[in-house]
């Protein structure tokens, strides 16, 4: 079973950089379609990015791709979200979760969630 840890989230200014990582344990990310999520209180939780690399799957969400890059380290086994340009929008609990293992592609389900790392922007 695959453990995330997301962590790098913090309190911003608007415009300011911040870059998530997700360490797993347990498992190899490269066998697995991870996605990043984020939840603002009240709204409904949005997939913000997703990097499957066996079967080629990526995606970044319309409102944050000229902003937000997915990436991953398999060496160390990290996804990581870096976020420039960040807006008070983009305050969120960020998540990452993965697949099962050898499910790849960036649709449901993802059953493997971490706790999340709360990101604030504000002026």
């Known amino acids: 079973q695959v453990r995330l840890a997301e962590s790098g989230g913090g309190s911003v200014q608007p415009g300011d950089s911040l870059r998530l990582s997700c360490a797993a344990s347990?498992?190899?990310?490269?066998?697995?379609?991870i996605g990043w999520f984020r939840q603002a209180p009240g709204k409904d939780r949005e997939m913000i990015a997703c990097?499957?690399?066996?079967?080629?799957?990526?995606y970044v969400a319309d409102s944050v791709k000229d902003r937000f890059t997915i990436s991953r380290d398999n060496y160390k086994n990290t996804i990581y979200l870096q976020m420039n340009s960040l807006k008070p929008e983009d305050t969120a609990v960020y998540y990452c979760?993965?697949?099962?293992?050898?499910?790849?592609?960036?649709?449901?389900?993802?059953?493997?969630w971490g706790q999340g790392t709360q990101v604030t922007v504000s002026s």
């Open positions: 979760a993965s697949k099962r293992l050898q499910q790849y592609g960036c649709y449901p389900p993802f059953v493997y």
């Open positions: 990097l499957s690399e066996i079967d080629g799957f990526t």
């Open positions: 347990g498992g190899t990310l490269a066998w697995y379609g």
